[in-house]
T-cell receptor, first 115, second 113 residues
Framework: NAGVTQTPKFRVLKTGQSMTLLCAQD?????MYWYRQDPGMGLRLIHY???????AKGEVPDGYNVSRLKKQNFLLGLESAAPSQTSVYFC??????????????FGPGTRLTVL | GQQLNQSPQSMFIQEGEDVSMNCTSS?????WLWYKQEPGEGPVLLIA?????ELTSNGRLTAQFGITRKDSFLNISASIPSDVGIYFC?????????????FGKGTLLTVNP
């Protein structure tokens, strides 16, 4: 099992450019999440998905869009990148809670710089 | 959004020392998780706690789910250089969405060999 993988690992964009970050998981998890991590801010939830074809906003959704066309993939898009979106982006997945299990499993991250 | 209060923010210790860190909240949580993040990597789950009062160990790590359900503690015994990293607590809040976690801001641990 590869677990949660993210593509690309690093990217530099110019202000106004667009890009898509790809997250893939091979654990058959229902739920997937996108976070951003900034110094001193911890992990902040951008968007999440509770199943194929569904997405919802998290704490900091502005400037981002997501899609979950396949259960194993969760895409994060930046339509017009801004310097404030310079951050490290993490994808995570978790099985359906159905009870007590709420563990999320994280990918290795994508380091994005917007100039 | 709601944050957990995690302390200390950072620790600088000598190899072999024991370490303690904690998370507190004004709300009740029904699950507490502890993650470790090494430089350039994503957070990795260390310990999961599901019941108030539960004490769980994973090697040199021990974590406890507070009796009030509003706090959790992580202890590392006999620290070694590879313990370096950021430790995050995370909680699933009672009555909240079944799929969202609340994270602390992390404790940065540095171990001097």
């Amino acid at each position: 099992n590869a677990g949660v993988t993210q593509t690309p690992k690093f990217r530099v964009l110019k202000t106004g450019q667009s890009m898509t970050l790809l997250c893939a998981q091979d654990m058959n998890h229902e739920y997937m999440y996108w976070y951003r991590q900034d110094p001193g801010m911890g992990l902040r939830l951008i968007h999440y998905s509770v199943g194929e074809g569904t997405t919802a906003k998290g704490e900091v959704p502005d400037g981002y869009n997501v899609s979950r066309l396949k259960k194993q993939n969760f895409l994060l898009g930046l339509e017009s990148a801004a310097p404030s979106q310079t951050s490290v982006y993490f994808c995570a997945s978790s099985p359906p809670s159905g009870g007590i299990y709420n563990e999320q499993f994280f990918g290795p991250g994508t380091r994005l710089t917007v100039l | 959004g709601q944050q957990l209060n995690q302390s200390p923010q950072s620790m600088f210790i000598q190899e072999g020392e024991d370490v303690s860190m904690n998370c507190t909240s004004s709300s009740i949580f029904n699950t507490w998780l502890w993650y470790k993040q090494e430089p350039g990597e994503g957070p990795v789950l260390l310990i999961a706690l599901y019941k108030a009062g539960e004490l769980t160990s994973n090697g040199r790590l021990t974590a406890q789910f507070g009796i009030t359900r509003k706090d959790s503690f992580l202890n590392i015994s006999a620290s070694i250089p590879s313990d370096v990293g950021i430790y995050f607590c995370a909680g699933h809040r009672s009555g909240g969405s079944n799929y969202k976690l609340t994270f602390g801001k992390g404790t940065l641990l540095t171990v001097n060999p």
